[in-house]
């Protein structure tokens, strides 16, 4: 039992009664309806998210940008605004309708990117970032809010999974279509583009997804936002959870920062080499990741064991082992094979830690549950991670240590390993809250 301000809260105590019967979750063609649109979104958040990165050289030469100017588009301020901005709009979607929030997101950011394709100055475009950012802050929250209400428990993990495909497919399409289409058309016609299809989507989610059931009257609805959030951290197994967040944005915002850089670098790949295989099979692992982690945990979760974050705590430290490895390969092509299991674990992951986080958490709390994993993994990771990186291999160089970069993405497997000794005992505190309820 946790003292929060003038009452203590008991995680258990407080479990929240079920949201919806059985009868009103929804099956067959509709559900695979919910979940091919909730994947469409996630594609297109990630793709308008990237698109700066892949237009970057034709945007900064059109509006006579520096690197600095272009960092700022997309680096730091970007990370800090989607973070902090994603747990009270992951707060009104468990306390209101989630189909609300999300079509909101997504036009927000959808008519934000499309604005950005008329931008003239550096001002205007950066005020169109923070637009998309606004929007895609709260979609994620938003779109696991509404699985948690129109979804079955038994079949929860699948439809996460599905969800988090959009990233690999978001990213592969973008850099694809995205470069290939300014190549013959400009960056503008991309942005539009991309803007305008998000429009339709969020349209179409209105009728797809249909009228959320609503909560019933639970204290946690009631409860103020800050209460909300120290209620989930006051369960140590969300605590642990929340721990092992951390670990993995350090293992990650580096990790797929420098991977590309290092090959370059240290194994004479060309940018188109390193590109399309580097590229591909982060694709295919992503994909591969998402799924099968879904289906696993579904499994998990029937299982009745409690015990749903073992696979991935194993895969995080398997990918230890093979990324310090990769980092010290003699040839490029053997750096990129051991490379896999890290890309493999980062998606992997996905489906059980929100799944997780939504056991602990209960109904009408998903959403906001989400959140705070999303900022344990999307703030101090993507800020410092890289940051250290580079000193690490700044450092190296200024004194003539061979291989500077491999030295400082050391820090990947290391939060790698951290990560599944972390998500190790989250899995026994989980299965321990679990059989308490």
Known sequence: MTEIGARSIDPVETRAPPIAS???????????????VLLLINAFSQIDRILPFILAEKIKGDLE?????????????????????????????????????????????????????????FMFLALTRFGVAFG???AVPAGHALIGRKIGPERRGLAIGLFAMGIPLGTMAGFAAGGAIADVFGWRVVLMGAGGIGVLIGLLTIFVAGPTPSLPRISSRDEPFLRTSLYLLSSSAFRWLFAGAVFLGFAGAPFYAFSIPFLIRTHGFTATEVGVSFGMLQGLMGILGTLGGGRWFDHAVRSGSGRVLGPPAILFLIASTTTTAALFAPTGWMS?????PGMLSFSFMLPWGFGAAHLIAGPGRQAQATSLVMIASGLAGPALGPLVVGIVSDAATAADVPNGLGLGLLIVPLASALAGIVYMITNQRIATFLRRQ
């Open 22 to 36: 059985n009868r009103e979750y929804v099956t067959g063609l509709r559900m695979a309806a919910i979940c091919i």
């Open 136 to 138: 895609e802050a709260g």
């Open 336 to 340: 990129i094979a051991l490379f896999v």
């Open 65 to 121: 940008l520096t690197d600095t100017e272009m960092g700022l588009l997309t680096g730091l301020a970007f990370a800090v605004c989607y973070a902090l901005l994603s747990l009270p709009l992951a707060r009104a979607a468990d306390r209101g309708s989630p189909r609300l929030v999300l079509v909101s997101c997504v036009l927000i950011w959808s008519v934000m990117t499309t604005l950005g394709g008329f931008a003239a100055s």
